[in-house]
């Protein structure tokens, strides 16, 4: 069974308006099911697509042909002879991140340095660019902090213009060991994983999280890497990080009217009512029985 959505910021879709001609949209398809995406895009926007998890395809010309796009890689889409309307077909557990930019917005940021573009120089400019490669760890970081962040609603915009516009200054970035001696700790692929395995970890068992010794012991880290690690990657604590994970499982539990109060203060780890009823206050600013 396949569900679509098309253009809503509901369900696995989310865009955000970063400014004229300049949009990220982030793609979670976190059920068992396959489902599809789709948005118009004009044959102006360059398209960045960066799968961080999971497994998920382009489908173009009603399904004529199709692109795969695979866990840690990136897809760069431009054709300026054709509407590439995106139509991405996503596997169960599935996270997509894209940057969609016009082309002339592009310009405004490259314009002197066009020729060091691979696909807007004077002999390429009027050709379509199809490019998949592999997501370094450092591009891994930034898309994950796109994903995972906890920042004023005041905020939002200028702190996801920022990481777009990081985005590009890495991937255009051509020393390959430009950024390597900001993050030493970052820069190794193997602790990066240890760090999404610890965030893995605290959502599986969020009802009896492990302790911070505990968690750093099962990933392999140091305690003092875990933390730092862990707010590099995701913006955030080990333990805000999960507050905000469980008040937001509990207002999705809240949303489908088939649970009390109690039953999902359970399912997030409260023993009691009154203490969950605390923290979603704290969160939300107001009970759960007046949110649902």
Not at 221 to 246: H, W
């Amino acid at each position: 069974m396949t569900k679509v959505i098309k253009n809503i910021a509901e369900g696995p879709l989310k865009e955000f308006y970063i400014e004229d001609g300049f949009f990220v949209l982030k793609t979670q398809n976190n059920s068992i099911e396959k489902q599809t995406v789709t948005r118009n895009a004009e044959n102006n926007l360059i398209q960045f697509h960066y799968c961080l998890k999971g497994k998920s395809k382009f489908i173009f010309n009603q399904g004529r042909y199709h692109l795969d796009l695979n866990e840690e890689n990136l897809l760069l889409l431009y054709n300026p002879n054709l509407d590439l309307p995106i139509n991405l077909e996503l596997q169960p557990h599935t996270w997509v991140v894209s940057m969609l930019i016009s082309l002339k917005k592009f310009h405004s940021l490259f314009s002197k340095e066009a020729e060091h573009i691979h696909f807007l120089n004077s002999e390429t400019k009027d050709k379509k660019y199809y490019h998949s490669e592999k997501i370094n760890p450092t591009t891994s970081i930034i898309l994950n902090q796109i994903l995972n962040y906890n920042i004023h609603s005041s905020l939002q915009n200028l702190y996801l213009k920022a990481k777009c516009y990081e985005l590009l200054s890495v991937h255009f970035n051509k020393s390959d060991n430009a950024d390597l001696e900001q993050c030493p700790f970052l820069a190794d692929e193997e602790n990066i994983l240890k760090i999404k395995r610890s965030k893995e970890i605290i959502i599986s068992r969020m009802t009896e999280p492990p302790t911070l010794n505990e968690l750093a012991d099962e990933v392999g880290l140091s305690l003092k890497k875990l933390k730092e690690g862990f707010k590099q990657i995701y913006g955030t604590s080990v333990y805000s990080f999960l507050f905000d994970y469980k008040m937001e499982y509990a207002r999705k539990l809240l949303e489908t009217n088939k649970y009390n109060v109690n039953e999902i203060g359970l399912k997030v780890g409260y023993s009691t009512a009154s203490h969950f009823i605390s923290a979603f206050k704290k969160k939300y600013g107001t009970t759960p029985k007046k949110y649902s």
